[in-house]
């Protein structure tokens, strides 16, 4: 197989990232027909999604006119999209030619009959069928140029599941074989992965040559070990729909992906919340252990800190920064007049913060800045009904950062801070007074800017203290602590590497240290 992956991969367009990838920047998805979202300023693209059954509506027929007409109002602004075939309906002819279970095994599978035995050759022959059809639309549609990858779905039950709980279903003599058909096998982790490395390989084959493929990060290793070399070339690109404000319990290690090969500049990664800032998706509700201003600003801070370059958000929470009201179906959650707060201003700051940055994680030359916000937690703080001890982080357990270090200090880690309606105070340091805090830059973003103007900006909620950079010292005015502030300095001539916050009288609480180029950069 690897020879044959060597071959395809190397008929991609792209090479290795060697500065800001084209279309970086922020993704509206899950906007239905509200079209209008695309009219905010700070999104550079949407979605295109169709199921197999809309798009094979007849045996070996195939119909993508859905995605053209997805794709059009988006290539009308200069937007990109990404292209998904999902799997929750498949064509109804299946049912005749592969073995079904009499009930939906998962909750992505939609179809009435029932769940169609995956791992069986009639089905995987089917979808290879359809993974060819759709390189070939990519190939000949007019709106190639919109398309900014494709995500490679296995498509199973209906995007990414693929587990069968214990239980009679696993037997294979427990499915409804229709007549004719030959009989499917057991259910086993070898049956998944076979498949699983079958749609890899037809992705491969028949999409990558037209565009850019996005692979869950959850791939099993003893697939993607095979396929190291394409992801740190750039050939190859990670995603996954399970951006969190912390990466859940076991799921250090996919988010690892991207800080491995994203961060560092070999590819680029594709991330959605797992839910909305609410802590909704579908019908459910996840634990929020912060406000939804926090939840969102601090989600897109993880996913910069990992470096994604392509952030997408829920059509949801992106209302929330056209109008200041959040609905979770019909019922309306939170109204900005009815409340008292400015969480559309929140949240528009947050998306412009994270447009701004988005695929500048390894082009320090170019990067608009570098930012440090501070944090500190070892133990996921949302449950999800998981007790503490099975919710203990063993990476992500520092800052988040981007393109700026910080020195061993005598500082310590706060829990949510100030305010709930500002977006800032999840999470917070307190630095003691007499205590000097020192922040490096990158030395490439350092060397970009010596000698041009900068900006200077620290976010902290209350304490005495300067902050000193390019020569100069600052005072930090005092507060009363309510709410937190912005203090905001120009620089004519940026010179050294280093930001010092020293806190005097009394302790400074703070965010964020941030060096944007040229002058002040207000949100």
Known sequence: MRSFALAIVALLPWQALADRAPGSGLYAIWYGRDTALFDLPFLA???????????????????????????QPLRERGFKATVQINGNNKPDYLFQQVPYYPERLSNQVQDKPGTLMFWHPAHAAAYQRLIQALGEYLKTTSYR??????????????????????GKARQANAWITPPGVAPGTDWSQEAVHGYEAMVFAAYLSQIAPQTRVFVRNGLPEDI??????????????????????EP??????????????CRSGHTTAYAEPWASAWGYHGGAADDRACSPPQWNYWRLLFDLHNGVSFIALYGDDLRVARDGT??????????????????RGEFTQAFEFAARYAGYHASPETSPGAWFAFRDNDTIREANGRPPAARRLTFYTGDYTFLMERQPDQSKPLGTTGPEDQRYGAWARELPAGATMTLRLDSTFAKSLAGKPATVRLVYLSGTGTFQFSGETHPVPATDGERWQVRELPVATWQG???????????????????????????
């Not at 919109?146 to 693929?162: D, I, P, S």
């Not at 750039?234 to 995603?239: A, E």
């Not at 590497?497 to 949100?523: F, K, N, S, W, Y």
């Open 45 to 71: 693209g949407g979605q295109a999604i169709a199921q197999w059954k809309a798009v094979e509506p007849q045996p070996g027929h195939y119909d993508f006119s859905s995605l053209d007409r997805q794709l």
């Open 326 to 343: 959040y609905r979770a179906g019909k019922r309306l959650l939170h109204d900005d007049a009815a409340d008292g707060t400015d969480y």
């Open 497 to 523: 590497d280093t930001v010092q916050v020293t806190a005097t009288q009394t302790p400074l609480i703070l965010h964020m240290v941030e060096v944007c180029r040229g002058q002040p950069a207000h949100e």
């Open 224 to 245: 993607a070990k095979d396929y190291r070399d394409d992801f740190l070339s750039g050939r190859l690109s990670w995603f996954h729909t399970s951006s969190e404000v």
């Open 248 to 261: 859940r319990t076991g799921s250090e290690w996919r988010y690892r992906r991207f800080y491995d090969d």
């Open 145 to 166: 140029d919109t398309v900014l990858g494709v995500r490679l779905n296995f498509n199973a039950f209906g995007t990414e599941h693929t587990n069968l709980p214990p």
